[in-house]
């Protein structure tokens, strides 16, 4: 299995915590809400997507609010 070296994963914490100080958190929240609305009905998720993005949003925080809305894929037992 993959081991990633702590000295690695500390400075990827101290990476993010950074830029999570850093960034506009009202902008982050505005642009996953945008996305979350687009999730729910039948628009585009694309452009909601790059705009959560560009207010500094994480992968993990995109891949989060569509979680919100769609629920994570489990495959069927059956075949």
């Given at each position: 299995?993959?081991?990633?070296?702590?000295?690695?994963?500390?400075?990827?914490?101290?990476?993010?915590?950074?830029l999570?100080?850093?960034?506009?958190?009202?902008?982050?929240?505005?642009?996953?809400?945008?996305?979350?609305?687009?999730a729910?009905?039948?628009?585009?998720?694309?452009?909601?997507?790059?705009?959560?993005?560009?207010?500094?949003?994480?992968?993990?925080?995109?891949?989060?609010?569509?979680?919100?809305?769609?629920?994570?894929?489990?495959?069927?037992?059956?075949?």
């Amino acid at each position: 299995p993959l081991r990633v070296d702590p000295a690695i994963e500390a400075q990827q914490a101290e990476r993010l915590a950074k830029l999570r100080a850093e960034r506009d958190q009202a902008a982050v929240d505005a642009a996953l809400a945008a996305l979350r609305k687009a999730a729910e009905g039948t628009d585009n998720v694309l452009y909601p997507m790059k705009d959560a993005l560009k207010a500094r949003a994480t992968v993990g925080e995109v891949c989060n609010a569509l979680r919100e809305v769609w629920g994570t894929y489990v495959p069927s037992d059956v075949f």
